[in-house]
């Protein structure tokens, strides 16, 4: 094989594939191929729910998109981290607006975390199906509450005291819970099905953080689709104006660790996300490269390097044992820095460039920035000191 920089291989070098994850990719592939390209992707951003439901439909008929990394008690295929990381990859690849985020990666682990036998036979074979799509809605930063780029337990994120954030209170009958305040910028908030929030409930003497579930057709919830940098990540501002909604689980649950473990797992998966469309924008570029001069050709070898290093922290900490360490988060600093760096050397190239701009540049308006990512995983890891919680 050429492996010259004017001919980066067409396959990663730095992820050996089982059968079946190369069977995933494949099928992957060839249907985003034909159905998610540039033109369908902008006709699906420009819909109601902002991206294409029959083909979300397809997805989790076929490749069982939707419930990939679900148990098989609940429909779904009971596949692990590395295959929803390669699945990912292939959205990313793609650009694809689609609900995985929202409802695969960050909503349906918190349910079958924390749900109650109840709740996760009534909700998790409903996602796996591809039936119900999710939204996370916290009140303040979405890379503090999942304990990405701080501590979580510190401070009261979710709305302390008697004001501010989304708090939640008993309702006055003694029969479920009521919400008020609003989140801004939640992922796929105007179009999902379900709503998992993060309020704070307890005021000063028992002050907590619970999750509640929230059906979109709960009255008092107002959700207002807002513009997005990125436009293949539908955002929302949520209101909750005396919103019944329903305790997830039950009492006392580990809220706060659910949710720094769910997003050390999302780390990784936005990472995968950010190398495929890295890895895509780069053959792009060296497919209109041409006769240009020997310097660019040298450029792009150095990105492909850039992006196969971070293609392979991507994995190795997707097959980490259990929760892992902070590879997750460490991962997606180093995916977002290659995807911007691809981007940027790209866009002479080839016209799609400015959208893989936005994808990275939302990322880390959400997610990070990189280095609060690497700032964070060094506090926990120790490195510089004691570790931290």
């Known amino acids: 094989m050429d492996t010259s920089p004017s001919a980066p291989p067409a396959e990663p070098l730095t992820v050996p594939l089982t059968q079946e994850q190369q069977e995933i990719r494949r099928t992957l592939r060839e249907l985003l191929a034909e159905r998610a390209g540039p033109p369908a992707n902008r006709a699906a951003t420009a819909t109601p729910e902002g991206y294409d439901t029959a083909l979300w439909a397809h997805l989790s008929a076929t490749p069982g998109l ?8 609940y429909g779904g295929a009971g596949r692990g981290p590395a295959e929803l990381a390669l699945a990912c990859e292939e959205t990313g690849r793609a650009l694809a607006p689609t609900p995985l985020l929202a409802t695969t990666v960050l909503a349906a682990p918190l349910l079958a975390a924390l749900g109650t036998p109840a709740q996760r036979a009534e909700l998790l074979p409903r996602i796996a199906a591809g039936g119900l799509t999710c939204a996370l809605a916290v009140p303040t930063a979405l890379a503090l509450a999942l304990g990405l780029t701080g501590d979580n337990t510190a401070g009261d994120w979710s709305g302390g005291g008697r004001a501010g954030g989304i708090q939640a209170a008993r309702a006055t009958d003694g029969g479920g819970w009521r919400l008020y305040g609003e989140a801004a910028q939640v992922i796929d908030g105007h179009s999902a099905g379900l709503l998992l929030v993060a309020a704070h409930a ?9 999750l509640f579930l929230v059906p979109a057709d709960a009255p008092g919830l107002v959700r207002t689709r807002e513009p997005a940098l990125d436009v293949t990540r539908t955002r929302a501002t949520v209101q909750f104006r005396d919103t019944e909604a329903e305790l997830l689980g039950e009492e006392p649950a580990d809220v706060l660790g659910a949710l720094a473990a769910t997003g050390r797992a999302a780390a990784v998966m936005l990472a995968a996300e950010a190398v495929g469309a890295a890895g895509a924008a780069l053959d792009r570029a060296v497919g209109h490269l041409g006769p240009r001069a020997h310097a660019a050709r040298h450029r792009l070898a150095d990105l492909y390097v850039q992006v196969e290093a971070a293609r392979a922290l991507t994995y190795c900490a997707a097959r980490e044992p259990g929760p892992g360490p902070d590879g997750g988060p460490l991962a997606l ?39 609060r990512l690497r700032a964070r995983a060094a506090e926990r890891t120790g490195i510089f000191g004691e570790e931290a919680a």
């Open 66 to 73: 939707a419930g990939l990394a679900l148990p098989e008690e």
């Open 202 to 210: 307890g005021g000063f003497a028992r002050s907590r953080t619970l």
């Open 333 to 371: 600093a180093h995916a977002l820095e290659a995807l911007r760096a691809t981007a940027d050397e790209s866009h002479a190239w080839e016209g799609e460039a400015h959208l893989c701009f936005r994808r990275a540049a939302s990322d880390e308006l959400l997610f990070g920035p990189a280095r």
